[in-house]
């Protein structure tokens, strides 16, 4: 894989590793860095790259398992849980307040979750991940994670009918 | 309508695609099923992407792979310069003695004074060291 071929078909996963990444690091410029990180990893091994069956799904675990070192590294205050999400952002005014306590309530609920349906649902609906990429990640079949995610809405469905009705 | 039911249906049985999903949260076609935090969530939890994102982390590859690359080329520079003096100590080290011809044409020359002094040599005592060679023709000291 050249250059070109490494910028039209690499380089674009950027965009996509970015929520990941951002999501295990919080911070934009270190999120930035560690996708500079990653695409040299890749470059690396732009040459197995052309016969990936899943070259997204790869670069995405790559990108997960970086910023997993880079989390492990860090001052055990600072280490987040890897499924943790970034603080929800401070808002002002009274419907900004109403949707962050609808998401902080969604956040609850989600953290209630079994392991994988909580992995999985916030693979999909935080990063907007497909279900090859997801199935990369977790190592699991894409029909398993369609279940899963299928069960989790479900969950997340009825808790909050509970709540709100 | 009916369309959106079936998308609703979809979205419950985990075989909506992204740009679909991304539909009903925008239209908020999940109210009625209480799944109104569950779009805001997604659209708050949403990250807004630089749109210079590829260019920088492209400027940063680069710039990162240069700089390896020199650190890389100094890190060589430095090992051939030490494995060179370590050989040019060796070499020297091992050239530091006399070879074995000049040795022989010094044993030569030093045989060949003591035939000439052969007359008032009383009993040669000859010496060998591991550079020298001390021949000596009398045993007594004259001044």
Not at chain 1, 51 to 69: E, I, S, W
Not at chain 1, 119 to 125: K, S, T
Not at chain 2, 22 to 32: K, M, P, S, W
């Amino acid at each position: 894989m050249d250059v070109k071929k490494f910028k039209e078909r690499i380089l674009p996963l950027s965009t996509k590793m970015y929520p990941l990444v951002m999501r295990y690091l919080g911070d934009t410029n270190e999120a930035e860095d560690a996708i500079q990180e990653i695409m040299i990893k890749l470059w690396r091994v732009r040459n197995q790259l052309n016969t990936h069956p899943n070259v997204n799904g790869f670069a995405l675990l790559t990108a997960k398992n970086y910023c997993l070192d880079l989390v492990k590294k860090k001052k055990p205050t600072m280490v987040r849980d890897s499924y943790e999400l970034s603080t929800l952002q401070s808002v002002s005014g009274h419907e900004q307040f109403l949707v962050e306590e609808l998401s902080n309530h969604v956040l609850t609920i989600i953290r209630t979750l079994p392991v994988q349906q909580r992995e999985v649902i916030i693979l999909r609906l935080v990063d907007e991940l497909d279900y090859d990429e997801i199935s990369e990640l977790t190592q699991l079949k894409v029909a398993h994670i369609r279940v899963l995610v299928s069960r989790a809405r479900q969950t997340i469905a009825l808790a909050l009918q509970k709540t709100y009705n | 309508m009916e369309q959106d039911e079936i998308l609703i249906k979809k979205y419950f049985a985990g075989t909506t695609s992204l740009e679909e999903e991304r539909y009903l949260y925008e239209q908020a076609l999940l109210q009625d099923n209480g799944l109104e935090a569950v779009a805001s969530f997604a659209k708050q939890q949403r990250v807004d992407i630089p749109s210079t994102l590829e260019e920088k982390v492209w400027e940063g590859v680069v710039q990162k792979k240069a700089v390896r690359s020199n650190v890389q080329w100094k890190k060589w520079g430095i090992a051939a310069s030490i494995l060179l003096m370590i050989t040019i100590g060796i070499g020297t080290q091992m050239n530091k003695g006399q070879s074995l011809a000049q040795k022989e044409a010094l044993w030569q020359e030093a045989l060949s004074l003591t035939r000439k002094n052969s007359a008032s040599i009383d009993k040669p005592k000859i010496l060998y060291e591991d550079e020298l060679i001390v021949i000596y023709l009398s045993e007594k000291i004259t001044d």
